[in-house]
Nanobody, 127 residues
Framework: QVQVVETGGGPVQVGDSLRLSCTASGRTFSYEAMGWFRRAPGKEREVVAAINWSSGSIYYEESVKGRFTISRDNSKNMVFLQMRSLKPEDTATYYC????????????????????WGRGTQVIVSS
């Protein structure tokens, strides 16, 4: 049974940094795309960052470019999101997503392309 678990969220101050981690278990995901999405209160879910299997193709949502860094460790089935210079508008529940098909693909930004999801970890940025 596949499980996806996010850790690392919490309350922080404006300008702080936070690192989110995601571990997928139950099978190997070395060749599948991974991504981070978020849903802010009252807003639609949006992709934050996504990475393909080789880390050679990476996507960032415009508002996080230069502040967030996505990376992955295929030997551990993990994906990370390093967040810096956090802003109040980054407040949201962050979800890790792992593709369940199409290995060796390019980066995926459509949530429909992801078959496995974590339950989310909350990030609250206060001023």
């Amino acid at each position: 049974q596949v499980q996806v678990v996010e850790t690392g969220g919490g309350p922080v101050q404006v300008g702080d940094s936070l690192r989110l981690s995601c571990t997928a278990s139950g099978r190997t995901f070395s060749y599948e795309a991974m991504g981070w999405f978020r849903r802010a209160p009252g807003k639609e879910r949006e992709v934050v960052a996504a990475i393909n299997w080789s880390s050679g193709s990476i996507y960032y949502e415009e508002s996080v470019k230069g502040r967030f860094t996505i990376s992955r460790d295929n030997s551990k089935n993990m994906v990370f999101l390093q967040m810096r210079s956090l802003k109040p508008e980054d407040t949201a529940t962050y979800y890790c997503a792992v593709a369940d098909s199409d290995p060796y693909s390019r980066v995926k930004t459509d949530p429909k392309d992801y078959g496995y999801w974590g339950r989310g970890t909350q990030v609250i940025v206060s001023s």
